[in-house]
Nanobody, 122 residues
Framework: QVHLVESGGGLVQQGGSLRLSCTASGRASNSNAMGWFRQAPGKEREFVAGIGLISDRSYYSDSMKGRFTISRDNAKNTVYLQMNSLTPEDTAVYYC???????????????WGQGTLVTVSS
């Protein structure tokens, strides 16, 4: 069983930046990657980025590639999401996920954090 805790959300102005953190305790038995998803009000949860915990591979949603960067610190069991050039459309609850790096794409497992709210004001 893995326990995921997100932090770093908050209110930021359009064009600003935030860095989210997700710290894992324990380990999902079939997980070798971690990722970020987000859910805006009235919308479905969508994939943002994922990163292998052993490989150097990272995966991004096409719409966020170039603005968002995922990274990890295995010694701290922590994954980060650096978000730049934020717009009000980035307003959402951001969720950390334990998943699998398949070598071709990020595979989502049903292991989630509680989420952290990011609000971008115009």
């Amino acid at each position: 069983q893995v326990h995921l805790v997100e932090s770093g959300g908050g209110l930021v102005q359009q064009g600003g930046s935030l860095r989210l953190s997700c710290t894992a305790s324990g380990r999902a038995s079939n997980s070798n990657a971690m990722g970020w998803f987000r859910q805006a009000p009235g919308k479905e949860r969508e994939f943002v980025a994922g990163i292998g915990l052993i490989s150097d591979r990272s995966y991004y949603s096409d719409s966020m590639k170039g603005r968002f960067t995922i990274s990890r610190d295995n010694a701290k069991n922590t994954v980060y999401l650096q978000m730049n050039s934020l717009t009000p459309e980035d307003t959402a609850v951001y969720y950390c996920n334990a998943g699998r790096d398949t070598g071709s794409y990020y595979w989502t497992l049903d292991e989630w954090g509680q989420g952290t709210l990011v609000t971008v004001s115009s």
